[in-house]
């Protein structure tokens, strides 16, 4: 990554809010599902929970997070983990999306 291009956590999550679970029609964002972002030389690590264990959308949140992150510059490398713990719950979502549910 060049000097001049510096990637915060905070612009990635920013881009997170392109990524929707298909199931609620809301962003991971609001959802409370990104848990963490780690940055490190262009390699990007994002750890997002499921709203339900072994929810069968893993590929797609995969998929959407490594082409919206992808794309943004100095990016070298996008991993997408699904930690068991701690376990999302509705308390994650954000107060001005819950009535939407």
């Known amino acids: ?8 956590s905070e612009q990635v999550i920013l881009h997170l809010r392109g990524l929707i679970d298909p199931e609620l029609c809301l962003n991971v964002v ?5 848990e963490s972002v780690r940055i490190d030389e ?3 690590e994002i750890d997002l929970l ?14 959407g997070a490594q082409a919206i992150v992808g794309a943004l510059p100095g990016v070298t490398s996008v991993v997408v ?4 713990l701690p376990p999302w719950t ?3 979502i954000a107060p001005e999306v819950l009535d939407q549910l």
């Open 50 to 63: 499921l709203t339900s264990p072994g929810c069968p959308l893993q590929g797609v949140f995969t998929t």
């Open 81 to 84: 983990n699904f930690p068991e």
């Open 90 to 92: 509705t308390s994650r």
């Open 42 to 44: 262009g390699r990007v």
């Open 1 to 8: 990554m060049s000097t001049d291009t510096i990637l915060s």
């Open 30 to 34: 609001d959802l409370g599902m990104v």
